[in-house]
């Protein structure tokens, strides 16, 4: 049976905010006190284990929890030290702040080697592939390789700074959909791609399902499963936040799914996370890496 990846991006709701323009939300922990108890209470209930991606700058007030994830089996690896969106445009001093950095606390606060990272809206290019090995890291799951990713390109551009440099696009959003080997630095990283269908390479991530038809997002995932590609399929710790009860900041309700009661949410993630579990042998990233031996290098 072919293997696939669960996991989960640990973004505050203040950083979300940002992700909209937002930029004067204060620091918030709601993910960890609400939204992450709920989801490992989920995982043990489907006996998953998954890779959680976590921002460096939360590592030390959540060193509990994170250990407590790490004893429960799940996987700690990074999103970055602060989550700066356009990711790729930082300088090489900032860069290489927010790869290493990140690998160092994170491994500090939850007691094991950090082998992996997702870039803030997986926006990566080779420099950023280089930095990363560099760094330590032994795998990325950043790269998008669907036509969508110039719909992320564009979004950052509007609400960017460094406008010029977010269009020197290189072709990594058209690559290769399967997990390969591509060359960073003196060394390979190993690259697990988001999720993305065969032929109009449609995004098979968990806020689709809250963006299009539900039978549309079905077949999607029917189809990767079809396919012997191993495969990850991500979501974001909001995806178990409240609006109303939790209290989240109002202006987070542009989100996907931000406005649905927190019932329907779960049971819409334990369906997916449920056929996907019945479909394949699932792996964290760090058992993905072990498995690579025969991977193909990038074209």
Request: include cysteine.
């Amino acid at each position: 049976m072919s293997t696939a990846v669960i996991s989960c991006d640990l973004d505050t709701v203040d950083r979300h905010l940002h992700g909209y323009g937002i930029h004067d939300a204060s620091r918030c922990d709601l993910i960890y006190r609400k939204a992450l108890p709920r989801l490992m209470e989920l995982l043990e209930e489907l006996d998953i284990r998954a890779t959680m991606f976590v921002i460096g700058e939360d590592a030390g007030e959540q060193r509990t929890l994170l250990r407590e994830l790490v004893s429960a089996g799940h996987e700690i690896a990074s999103h970055s030290m602060s989550h700066p969106e356009p990711f790729r445009v930082l300088d090489d001093e900032a860069l290489r702040y927010e790869v290493g950095q990140s690998r160092a606390v994170l491994a500090e606060a939850s007691g094991e080697d950090v082998i992996g990272f997702r870039a803030p809206g997986w926006d990566v290019d080779q420099r950023v592939l280089d930095a990363l090995r560099a760094a330590g890291y032994s795998y990325d799951a950043s790269v998008f390789p669907s036509p969508a990713l110039f719909l992320n390109r564009l979004a950052m551009f509007l609400k960017s700074r460094s406008k010029a440099s977010l269009f020197r696009m290189e072709l990594l959003g058209m690559g290769s959909r399967a997990p390969h080997r591509r060359r960073a630095g003196d060394a390979d990283l190993i690259e697990f791609p988001v999720a993305v269908s065969r032929w109009v390479r449609f995004p098979v991530y968990h806020t689709l399902a809250y963006l299009v038809p539900g039978r549309v997002f079905d077949r999607a995932l029917d189809a990767m499963l079809r396919e012997r590609l191993a495969f990850g399929y991500q979501f974001h710790a909001v995806d178990l936040l409240d609006l109303e009860r939790d209290g989240v900041d109002a202006r987070l309700g542009r989100h996907p799914g931000m406005r649905q009661p927190l019932d329907r949410k779960v049971e819409l993630l334990r369906g997916m996370l449920r056929k996907v579990k019945v479909g394949r042998e699932l792996v964290t990233y760090r058992q993905a890496v072990n498995e690579t031996s025969g991977l193909r290098a990038a074209a």
